[in-house]
Each structure stands twice: as structure tokens, then as C-alpha cells.
């Protein structure tokens, strides 16, 4: 059985960084695509970054490229978003996931999700 655990989430002024990480356990973590997704109040979850398990392709959302980086530590089993020059509209509850596609970035093809972890960032 799969499980994700995030921590590293906080309040954070505009134009800082944090940095997310996604501990997973269970099944063999490196044939996993992990994803990370966003939900603000209100509104829809929505895709941030995913690598994927064959070749660590990379993928983001328009609206964090050139801001975040998502990387994965196979041996550790973790995977982790750095998150750099943040602005409020960043604010959210952040989750990880885990999809066994070779790589995607639909939120329908991740089948595990963590609990989330809240970034709050203020102007």
C-alpha cells in the first residue's frame, strides 16, 4: 500500500522560497511518476510539477515555470518542490501524488495522494 507524507509547508512573504518534500512508502517508489498539485479555497485542484519515472522527465504548470523545480531522490524515496520566488496567488494546500503512467500530469491518473501541506504566502 502506498503512502505519501509532504512536510515543509509555512507562511512565507512574497518573493521567498520554500521547499516541499513527499516521503513515500510502499511499493517500489522509483517506477512512479510523482506529481505535485495545488488547491486554493475555492477553487479546483490543480497541476503544479510532475517527473516522471522513465528518464525523470520534468513537467510544469505555466504559471510556476522558471519559479519552482520538482527532483526526486530514488534512494531516499522522496520527491521535492523547491519553490522560489513565491507570490500570494501561490497560497494553497499542496499534495503530492503518485501515478504508475509512465509519465502524466492529469490529475485523474494519479491513484495516491498525501494529506497536503499548507503554503501561505503574504504580500
Known amino acids: 500500500q502506498v503512502q505519501l507524507v509532504e512536510s515543509g509547508g509555512g507562511l512565507v512573504q512574497a518573493g521567498g522560497s520554500l521547499r516541499l518534500s513527499c516521503v513515500f512508502s510502499?511499493?517500489?517508489?522509483?517506477?512512479?511518476?510523482m506529481g505535485w498539485f495545488r488547491q486554493a479555497p475555492g477553487e479546483e485542484r490543480e497541476f503544479v510539477a510532475a517527473?516522471?519515472?522513465?528518464?525523470?522527465?520534468?513537467s510544469y504548470a505555466d504559471s510556476v515555470k522558471g519559479r519552482f523545480t520538482i527532483s526526486r531522490d530514488n534512494a531516499k524515496k522522496t520527491v521535492y518542490l523547491q519553490m522560489n520566488s513565491l507570490k500570494p496567488e501561490d497560497t494553497a494546500v499542496y499534495y503530492c501524488?503518485?501515478?504508475?503512467?509512465?509519465?502524466?500530469?492529469?490529475?485523474?491518473?494519479?491513484?495516491?495522494w498525501g494529506q497536503g501541506t499548507q503554503v501561505t504566502v503574504s504580500s
Open positions: 517527473i516522471s519515472w522513465s528518464y525523470g522527465s520534468l
Open positions: 501524488a503518485a501515478s504508475n503512467l509512465a509519465t502524466t500530469k492529469r490529475t485523474s491518473d494519479f491513484d495516491h
Open positions: 510502499g511499493r517500489t517508489f522509483s517506477f512512479y511518476t
